[in-house]
Every structure is written in C-alpha cells, then in structure tokens.
T-cell receptor, first 116, second 114 residues
Framework: GAGVSQSPRYKVAKRGQDVALRCDPISGHVSLFWYQQALGQGPEFLTY????????KSGLPSDRFFAERPEGSVSTLKIQRTQQEDSAVYLCASSLVMGDPDYEQYFGPGTRLTVT | AQSVTQLGSHVSVSEGALVLLRCNYS??????LFWYVQYPNQGLQLLLK??????LVKGINGFEAEFKKSETSFHLTKPSAHMSDAAEYFC????????????FGTGTKLQVIP
C-alpha cells in the first residue's frame, strides 16, 4: 500500500519567502509528526498531531513555523519569512495509534528546503 | 529529559565483517529504544525496537541489538556486513508512555568496503 508521501521533494526559497510543505500520511493513521533534520544531524521533533488536534508544538523553533492538520489527514507545515538557518530536510511520520510503540512511525522521504 | 549518544559518526567495515554501532541512552523513566536506517534521499526505516520485553531484539536485514540497563546501552550488531548495509543509522529513544515523541541521536554513517 501507499506509504507517507511528502511534497515537494525539493524546495528552494529566497530568504524572506514563505513556504508550505505538505504531508500525506498513511490512510487511517491517527498520529502525525513533523521533524527537522539539519545536514549531518539526526531528526529533531517539531510538532505532533492526534487527528486534527495539535497536542505538542514544543519543538517549533520560532513563531515563523506553523503546522496544521484541519481534517485529521493531510498536514501542512508552513514557514514564514524563511531564513538560511531553516535550510534542512523536513520529515513527516505517521502512526496508526497514539502512544503505542508496537505501532511504528512510518516516515516519508522528506522535503529538502534550501534557503538562499 | 531523554537523549541518546551515538559513538562514532563514521564507521567502516569490510564486507563480511562484524558490524557494531554504539548507542548509549539517558532517560529518567524506562525507555523505549529504536534503531532506524536511512538510505540517501529516503526517509527513515525502522530496523528494530526495544519495548521492555526481551532484552535481545532481532530486527530486519539480520540486525540485532541488546538492551543493557546496567550500561545504559543499546548497541546495534550484525554478524556479517553486506554492501547493501551502507547507510546512515540512527539510534532513538522515547518515553514508555505518552505519545511516542522520539529523540534521535546524531547518526552513524556505515561504510562497507568490498
């Protein structure tokens, strides 16, 4: 079956532009996570949704970052007024249920954002 | 707070040799521990996980890891490296509760020499 998909796969933005990154989770998955992976680093947690509710946004680095999942399926990560330090791969993951590690997180291929 | 430390950002082994990737964790509560693999331009794939059952965990592609509480370690091993194992490997930890917020290590790139 289809896995987690993300679009676009690559995005180049000029500093100061706004960007929107899309995540299509696996159908029926309740939990959705966003991670930021800087070059040479491990992924870092940004935010978590349970269905349409954003339960944790403690990892968002600034108020320029905003995520939503209005209907409990597709999610969008928006970055306003992009800065060079926002350059990274943004990974989305989904999981069937909340809080049960027997249900693994499935990761998408990521969106590589380059801010010039 | 929970964290993992991966020792060695790059590891090289010969094809057919033992693979050993080291991971130490820090957690104030019983942890869940994971190893993920990432191939170039791809997302992460779960190799194996420890969730407080058996301390020796077997995963996909012949990998296994042993949870050692006394050493706070969760090292990843494979008896015989294959060329297709060349990738980046991430150790990760989450609390044994909550919603599975995962904290990743900085990764170890495995090179397999023919």
């Amino acid at each position: 079956g289809a896995g987690v998909s993300q679009s676009p796969r690559y995005k180049v933005a000029k500093r100061g532009q706004d960007v929107a990154l899309r995540c299509d989770p696996i159908s029926g998955h309740v939990s959705l996570f966003w991670y930021q992976q800087a070059l040479g680093q491990g992924p870092e947690f940004l935010t978590y949704f349970q269905n349409e509710a954003q339960l944790d946004k403690s990892g968002l680095p600034s108020d320029r970052f905003f995520a939503e999942r209005p209907e409990g399926s597709v999610s969008t990560l928006k970055i306003q007024r992009t800065q060079q330090e926002d350059s990274a791969v943004y990974l989305c993951a989904s999981s069937l249920v909340m809080g049960d590690p027997d249900y693994e997180q499935y990761f998408g291929p990521g969106t590589r954002l380059t801010v010039t | 707070a929970q964290s993992v430390t991966q020792l060695g950002s790059h590891v090289s082994v010969s094809e057919g040799a033992l693979v050993l990737l080291r991971c130490n964790y820090s957690s104030s509560v019983p942890p869940y521990l994971f190893w993920y693999v990432q191939y170039p331009n791809q997302g992460l794939q779960l190799l194996l996980k420890y969730t407080s059952a058996a301390t020796l965990v077997k995963g996909i592609n012949g990998f296994e890891a042993e949870f050692k509480k006394s050493e706070t370690s969760f090292h990843l091993t494979k008896p015989s490296a294959h060329m297709s194992d060349a990738a980046e490997y991430f150790c990760a930890v989450s609390d044994s509760g909550g919603y599975q917020k995962v904290t990743f290590g900085t990764g170890t790139k495995l090179q397999v020499i023919p």
